[in-house]
């Protein structure tokens, strides 16, 4: 039986993480856990996280499992979700603190300035409901999910990544952003597929069944 780890670092919407893996994997054993040996034993990781950056990678060394996420993320399948894929990255604007550094790049807030729409009408902070996703390249998580689908997102600060190669998914909010980001066996994402309807569900199941 495949396990899979929603690691519960006391930020996120961990529970309903967890039961829409559940839904799309019901042969699955899907667990929250704070227990760095659990994660290390699962087959699958799955990070969620909403809330600030610096409470987010604070809690995350106090609960000493920084180093079951970056083990995780470099030799099994995982998944970031919103801050579970900010961290992943350098440093945050927001807090003026460092993530894990797994991959190059920073996370500035969006910038007020840019923050309009098309017919000039004032965009708000955080960016906060459906958006399209544009699919930079073919990705097995992407598999059946239609271009531009609609995902949904709530967040201030987004990914800047260093290498370009690292974006699968761009989104438009008064900037061109990026959405989701690939690299062997990570995929992450700034919006939240557990809020998003049958394409979020699609994607988990997608994740589910990968096998990088």
Not at 16 to 26: D, N, T
Not at 92 to 106: F, N, S, T, Y
Not at 172 to 181: D, E, K, Q, R, W
Not at 184 to 204: C, R, T
Request: glycine fraction near 10%; aromatic fraction near 8%.
């Amino acid at each position: 039986m495949s396990t899979v780890v929603v690691v519960d670092y006391g930020m996120g919407n961990l529970r309903s993480v967890a039961k829409a893996i559940e839904h799309v994997a019901p042969e699955a054993a899907v667990r929250v856990s704070s227990d760095a040996a659990e994660i290390a034993a699962a087959d699958r990781v799955v990070v969620p996280g909403q809330g600030a950056m610096p409470d987010c990678m604070r809690e995350l060394a106090g609960r000493g499992l920084r180093e079951a996420v970056v083990r995780a993320a470099a030799e099994k399948p995982f998944l970031g979700i919103c801050v579970g894929l900010q961290m992943l990255f350098g440093h945050a604007e927001e807090g003026d603190v460092m993530g894990l550094e797994i991959l190059p790049g920073r996370v500035p807030r969006f910038p007020e300035a840019a923050m309009k729409s098309a017919d000039g009408s004032r965009l708000k902070v955080p960016h906060m409901g459906w958006n399209r996703v544009h699919q930079a390249e073919a990705h097995p998580l992407w598999q059946g999910i239609a271009d531009d689908t609609r995902f949904y997102f709530v967040h201030s600060y987004y990914v800047e990544p260093r290498d370009p190669g690292l974006i699968a998914g761009s989104t438009h909010y008064g900037i061109p952003f990026t959405s989701a980001v690939a690299r062997d066996n990570i995929f992450a994402v700034q919006f939240h597929p557990e809020k998003s309807a049958q394409a979020g569900l699609h994607l988990l199941g997608n994740f589910m069944r990968w096998n990088p």
